[in-house]
């Protein structure tokens, strides 16, 4: 059994897909903190949202009779 070469156009496609994320990388700088804690924030808010929601959905189906559902 042989084990074939890589296609070259495999390897082509390989190279511009790792130039594109250098140069998205080469773009990206760490956030200031300003911009971090405002991230932080709405990020925080948001797993509270998620678990109020979640945390409302349990109440309703732990409580169905007492809710006369």
Known sequence: ???SKPD???DVLHEELFRKY???L???R????E?????ATVAAAGVLLIGLIGFIIY???EHQKLLGF
Not at 30 to 33: A, D, E, I, L, W
Not at 35 to 39: R, S, V
Request: glycine fraction near 4%; proline fraction near 4%; charge should be positive.
């Open 1 to 3: 059994m042989e084990i």
């Open 26 to 28: 080469k773009l990206a």
């Open 22 to 24: 250098m140069r998205v």
């Open 8 to 10: 070259f156009k495999t």
């Open 30 to 33: 760490t956030p200031t903190r």
């Open 35 to 39: 911009e971090f804690g405002k991230i």
């Open 59 to 61: 109440v309703l189906f």
